[in-house]
């Protein structure tokens, strides 16, 4: 059982697992979307939505403890002017996984990860539940008179369907007993 262990070791000696997650970091922040195998993405995005808090504080420790991360002046910069502005209002959650197959050479489980698009808000955005039922808005419209006679017309055409289906099935038996 794996109780208790902190990180995945993806099969790595430490500094070699360190310059990979670094390197898939830097590549994320880079482009803001990346695919790698389902282990490593699930890896990356602890330590990238970690990057995007960080960038939140925009303090000068903040700022040196994200240089340590990534070894990067340009993805360290990013972090602070641009990746950390589109997620002020969000309180966690910035990546998304997003499984595309198997990989053909070795059939490893192979995923997208990226960065979630910025937040638009609309002028005219959907009303809340509570706001529709204290309007009248969200209750459905009481039925036409008209609707029992149309549920009646679909019940005969299914019965004239029926008969059909048992003759089908007789010609079939006729067939196969000549």
Same mark, same amino acid.
């Given at each position: 059982?794996?109780?208790? $262990?902190?990180h995945r070791k993806l099969r790595r000696n430490p500094s070699h697992r360190k310059a990979l ?30 990057? $995007?808090?960080?960038? &939140?504080?925009a303090t000068m420790h903040a700022r040196r403890q994200v240089f340590s991360m990534l070894s ?6 990013? $972090? ?6 589109? %997620? ?8 998304? $996984?997003?499984?595309?197959? %198997? ?15 910025? /937040? ?10 509570? &706001? ?6 969200? &209750? ?8 029992? /006679? ?10 004239e369907k029926a008969p059909r289906k048992r003759a089908a099935k007789k010609d079939k038996g ?5």
């Amino acid at each position: 059982m794996r109780h208790a $262990i902190d990180h995945r070791k993806l099969r790595r000696n430490p500094s070699h697992r360190k310059a990979l997650l670094r390197n898939l970091m830097n590549s994320l922040v880079r482009a803001e979307r990346i695919e790698t195998t389902v282990a490593k993405a699930k890896e990356i995005r602890r330590l990238a939505d970690r990057l $995007i808090t960080l960038g &939140k504080r925009a303090t000068m420790h903040a700022r040196r403890q994200v240089f340590s991360m990534l070894s990067d002046k340009k993805t360290t910069e990013k $972090i602070f002017s641009g990746l950390a502005g589109r %997620f002020a209002e969000r309180a966690g959650g910035y990546t998304r $996984i997003v499984r595309t197959g %198997f990989r053909m050479g070795d059939g490893a489980e192979m995923a997208i990860l990226e960065y979630l698009p910025a /937040e638009e808000k609309k002028a005219g955005a959907k009303k809340t539940k509570k &706001k529709r039922a204290a309007t009248g808005k969200g &209750k459905a419209p009481a039925p036409p008179a008209g609707k029992k /006679e149309a549920g009646r017309a679909k019940t005969g055409k299914q019965e004239e369907k029926a008969p059909r289906k048992r003759a089908a099935k007789k010609d079939k038996g006729e067939e196969k007993n000549p």
